[in-house]
């Protein structure tokens, strides 16, 4: 029930928010300073966008491709493939479990090296994940699937915000993603094969996100001069403690979703965040913000699902 409710007041506010407020304003700003006609026919189309984005827009999964350059990588690991999923948040698709189907799906035909998820896979509770388990654990690539937690995935966002509660979901949660076949990485690295380091950070994030990541004990004994992958759900994090304090080349998260909506580079995120989607290089260093899968709500306009395909290349020392 929890769930249920959390879903239907996110979704009541985000559908209110969408089909009257923007509307209205859009209308009354162009009645004002055009024209009546004006303002009917561009809060029209809004609603028509909006329409598109609540029916269809949250299907229209997106394989984006992107390539990662970098002199610390091996020169045998050229061409090295990753493949990222994030911010799936499932419970919202416990009416509609094709949709979790096809993701899958066209993640595996992508045939890549390595998958990574970079945190929110449920929205409230470990308890989304059980329809969905199957599915899930089709999910292969030869170096195995590699997970981090995000947010909504510390289940504090439940009615029942006690402590007990909270860690019975976390502890639940962690447990059906490994059963899953997946990888949890928290505070902690492995050594992928050709001698790439993957660590993976609990969420690092500032309030009133929750803030459980701990990058000085995931790299712990990890050479300097060795391609190094972060995952980290916040792409803030990349900024705050990773671009010119640390010598990882590639840092991938999510988080922003671009809230959902992104006319050409235009999204509400854009505000929010400096770093909110797409790629981003720094001093040798890149980060990669998925737009994620997913939402509390069911709407998608621009900032379509997205699966994210990572070419590692390596690039001769100048």
């Not at 004994?221 to 990882?248: A, C, N, Q, S, Y």
């Not at 400096?274 to 990669?288: F, Q, T």
């Amino acid at each position: 029930m929890a769930i249920f409710r959390h879903n239907t007041y996110m979704r009541l506010m985000f559908g209110l928010m969408l089909v009257i407020v923007a509307p209205g304003v859009l209308f009354l700003v162009f009645w004002l300073t055009v024209g009546l006609v004006a303002g009917l026919v561009v809060s029209g189309a809004l609603l028509l966008a909006v329409a598109y984005g609540f029916l269809f827009g949250w299907r229209h999964i997106v394989v984006r491709q992107t390539e990662c350059e970098s002199a610390l990588l091996p020169a045998d690991m050229d061409g090295y493939r990753i493949l990222q999923l994030s911010d799936i948040h499932v419970g919202t698709y416990l009416r509609n479990r094709s949709f979790v189907d096809k993701l899958v799906d066209k993640a595996n035909k992508q045939g890549c090296d390595l998958i990574v998820f970079t945190g929110d896979l449920v929205n409230v509770s470990a308890d989304e994940v059980l329809p969905f388990r199957r599915a899930f654990s089709s999910l292969k690539a030869r170096d195995g699937v590699y997970a981090v937690m995000g947010n909504h995935d510390y289940c504090e966002y439940m009615p029942d915000k006690s402590v007990h509660n909270v860690r019975r979901n976390q502890n639940i949660l962690q447990y059906l993603m490994r059963k899953m076949g997946w990888h949890v990485l928290l505070n902690e690295h492995v050594i992928l094969p050709g001698g790439i380091a993957l660590i993976g950070v609990e969420n690092s994030s500032r309030p009133p996100f929750p803030d459980y990541g701990d990058l000085k004990k995931a790299m712990q004994g990890l050479p300097d001069g060795m391609f190094k992958i972060l995952l980290t759900h916040d792409p803030e994090h990349w900024r705050r403690e990773v671009l010119g304090k640390t010598d990882i080349a590639l840092t991938l998260s999510g988080h922003t979703h671009a809230g959902q909506i992104k006319i050409g580079r235009l999204s509400p995120s854009m505000f929010m965040y400096k770093e909110w989607g797409g790629k981003y290089v720094e001093n040798g260093s890149m980060l990669y913000v998925s737009l994620g899968v997913g939402g509390t709500v069911p709407f998608r306009l621009g900032a379509w699902p997205e699966i994210n395909v990572i070419t590692l290349r390596h690039k001769d020392r100048k």
